[in-house]
């Protein structure tokens, strides 16, 4: 008798050393994300979403703010004109958003961002000074600062088994003014294991050269609208694997031209000239899957372009996704891009097309380009916040050489930067 | 277009269950009450640990050997298990339930350390080799439980079922977890009864409620008490003691399901579970041990959403 109390008391002991154990364990379960995560956990579940459950709306409030760094390499001395500004554009960037719940079926969004470039940009290209020679760049004189400020507002509403929302935004520079309108439904079928999506947009711009006293060719005023539609579907096939696809034809119509370069015809810059009309496909292609065992997710995603200007365009880019310790993780990523030039395109003219067409703007050419990408991104709680940070830096390099085609003629003035981005998330 | 209120009830998953259901029809009300039975009874075949051609029979019959397939319903259970898993940093534990053979509260005798030892390395979610669809555990001494929330599962699963089947006002009650179909006819709320852990037998207050879940969870009924320190059955997975904690929790929320975990976990808190439950923002009662019942529901219409 007295031997068992001597053993429940040397057992009693332990038993507070485990209690002061299990108060080392005890890590608070932090309650707001357990509350979001265990809600969708049971709304996934066979049944529990039933119709009087709107798609569940935003729960929190969240802001997001984004700096980022855009610089271009200066063009090389070979393919410069002599005497030409060689330093290109940089950017900074500050992005806001912020997006709170109005109810429980509204969410309401604001981004703005501002943008502030400095630098010089491609003018035209010129034949080099023997035949045997590549063609140079030359370059506008640099800019002192421009600016751009973009702002749009999102309302979204949500219903019992998708999400209706409608945007509206402009963009002002000095020279330049848009404003777009967009609206865009979801709907989920086959308890949200299939995703169908369409979008209906416009975008309505309008421009006002500046320098057209020194530029006389520059037009005063021009405009141009765009239009686009686009449908898609994603499907869930099985618990770690998604396949999104998209299709998107875009309509722009009016000023399409760029009224600050110049294409070199039989040695003479001339205003650069494209066709009033644009019709534009893409077909986007998404796959993930998760590998469970290395907490890991693999993004392959696949764009095919296709234009009536005769530019083809591919692109693939492969991301993985790795978590680290829960709480931090680690995306490298990888993009392609070729592209196949406009049918009126030349890097220059000897003598002027029959359709009037001329644009020797690197953006038309034949090029191809690899982009290399790190973000890396940690998530943390404090004051009684859930904050998300990140930092990313790509490396962006285009090359006629690149290109899946062969391409005889490199445009001098083919852009490559570097990218360097870094963000802070508050839910609240 | 009288509907008159019929009540049924019924023993399943080892506890008194009752139906509360507003008919324009007797017959109707039975035809809603077979396919809500039926309903329960196919849960409890399938997710029963005790039976060995359940899924979780089959699951725990394969420990230590090859991986087992398992549906799409018993997958986002899994996900499910998984996720309250992760939620509540390894407190939430559906491979934890091995631990009761180490505490015999009948003995009042503490269990030796050793038994505890040797279970666990048995315990522990982390060490499940769940990929879907195929679960395997990875040696012969683990087992899994879904008893912590089939039951509110169920509850869920049968208030949606008889909503589809037309239902507009009635209650599912499966063993103190509730879930609403809809309001009385007319839109006034069911009162729901919040027990008193010091004396069980009448309810210490009423809560309205119009839609979700309730659940409760208490750590009042099996008990011992040892030179002085009280040992309640609510185990911490990673330690295999037990918690010091609430006597009881009762959450209200949008689904039955969502109260039961919250009600579980927030009692594996231990001695934060009050603060846990304040910041969870849900609305709640609670009772410490020998304290009176404290009601946190928020807006007085408790109108848990």
Not at chain 1, 147 to 163: Q, S
Not at chain 1, 187 to 203: D, P
Not at chain 1, 413 to 421: D, I
Not at chain 2, 62 to 87: H, I, K, M, N
Request: contains cysteine; neutral net charge.
């Amino acid at each position: 008798m007295s031997r068992r109390r001597a053993q429940n008391k040397a057992a009693a002991r332990r038993a507070r050393q485990r209690r002061r154990q299990a108060k080392r364990l005890e890590r608070q379960t932090q309650p707001r994300t357990f509350l979001h995560a265990i809600t969708s956990g049971a709304l996934a579940l066979p049944g529990l979403a039933d119709r009087a459950s709107a798609e569940s709306a935003p729960l929190e409030m969240r802001a997001d703010y984004k700096y980022s760094q855009y610089s271009e390499d200066s063009l090389d001395s070979g393919k410069a004109a002599p005497g030409s500004e060689r330093d290109r554009y940089e950017i900074d960037i500050h992005q806001f958003r912020f997006e709170a719940p109005v109810g429980d079926r509204w969410g309401v969004g604001l981004e703005l961002a501002h943008e502030t470039m400095t630098g010089a940009t491609p003018w035209y290209v010129t034949p080099g000074a023997t035949p045997a020679d590549d063609p140079v760049q030359v370059m506008t004189g640099a800019t002192i600062d421009e600016a751009r400020t973009d702002a749009m507002l999102t309302g979204t509403r949500y219903l019992d088994r998708g999400t209706l929302s409608g945007s509206t935004g402009v963009s002002i520079e000095n020279d330049y003014l848009a404003v777009n309108l967009g609206v865009n439904g979801e709907r989920q079928f086959n308890e949200k294991n299939t995703t169908v999506s369409a979008g209906i947009g416009g975008s309505f711009d309008q421009i006002e050269p500046v320098d057209t006293d020194l530029f006389p060719t520059r037009p005063d005023k021009e405009n141009k609208q765009t239009y686009n539609l686009s449908l898609g579907a994603s499907q869930v096939l099985g618990r770690a694997t998604t396949i999104q696809s998209s299709l998107k034809y875009q309509l722009s119509d009016g000023f399409l031209s760029d009224p600050y370069k110049l294409a070199f015809v039989a040695n003479i810059p001339e205003t650069d000239e494209r066709p009033d009309q644009r019709h534009q496909f893409s077909w986007l292609t998404r796959f993930r899957h998760h590998f469970t065992r290395m907490g890991g997710t693999l993004h392959l995603d696949y764009k095919l372009g296709v234009d009536d200007w005769g530019i083809n365009a591919h692109e693939f880019e492969l991301a993985w996704y790795q978590t680290l310790f829960e709480r931090i993780r680690l995306i490298p990523s990888l993009r392609y891009y070729s592209q196949s030039q406009a049918d009126f395109y030349a890097p220059f003219y000897v003598g002027p097309r029959s359709d009037g067409y001329r644009s020797s703007d690197y953006r038309l050419s034949p090029y191809g380009a690899f982009a290399y990408r790190l973000k890396a991104a940690a998530r943390f709680q404090t004051w009684q916040l859930l904050w998300d940070a990140n930092v990313s830096f790509e490396r962006y390099e285009s090359a006629s050489d690149l290109a899946i085609q062969s391409v005889e003629v490199e445009n001098p003035g083919l852009v490559s930067y570097n990218l360097f981005s870094v963000g802070l998330t508050a839910r609240f | 277009m009288s509907a008159r209120l019929q009540a049924f009830r019924f023993k399943a998953m080892g506890c008194p269950c009752a139906l509360q259901l507003y008919a324009e029809s007797p017959r109707r009300a039975r035809h809603w009450a077979a396919a809500a039975r039926g309903e329960i009874a196919r849960l409890e075949r399938k997710y029963s640990r005790y039976r060995g051609d359940s899924i979780v029979g089959r699951i725990n019959a394969g420990a230590g050997d090859a991986p087992v397939r398992v549906d799409p319903e018993t997958t986002s259970l899994l996900d499910y298990a998984e996720t309250c898993f992760r939620q509540s940093e390894g407190r939430f534990d559906i491979t934890s339930g091995i631990l009761r053979r180490a505490w015999d509260f009948r003995s009042e005798r503490l269990p030796h350390q050793d038994a505890i030892d040797a279970l666990l390395p048995h315990v522990g979610w982390q060490r499940v080799e769940w990929c879907a669809p195929e679960i395997r555990l990875p040696d012969t001494g683990m087992q899994i439980d879904l008893g912590g929330f089939v039951k509110e599962y169920a509850a869920d699963r049968v208030a949606q079922l008889l909503r589809e089947a037309g239902c507009q006002s009635g209650i599912v009650d499966l063993g103190g977890d509730l879930a609403v179909i809809g309001p009385h006819p007319g839109g006034a709320p069911w009162r729901v009864g919040v027990r008193d852990a010091n004396a069980p037998d009448r309810p210490a207050g009423l809560v309205p409620v119009t839609s979700g879940g309730v659940a409760t969870s208490g750590d009042y009924e099996r008990c011992m008490v040892v030179d002085g320190v009280r040992y309640g059955h609510v185990l911490d997975p990673r330690t295999g003691w037990p918690i010091e904690s609430l006597a009881s929790v009762t959450v209200f929320a949008s689904r039955c399901l969502i109260a039961g975990t919250a009600s579980t976990i927030a009692l594996l808190q231990g001695e934060s579970a009050a603060r846990w439950l304040d910041d969870l923002g849900l609305p709640h009662t609670r009772q410490a041990h020998g304290g009176p019942v404290e009601a946190h529901l928020g807006d007085t219409s408790a109108d848990a959403a």
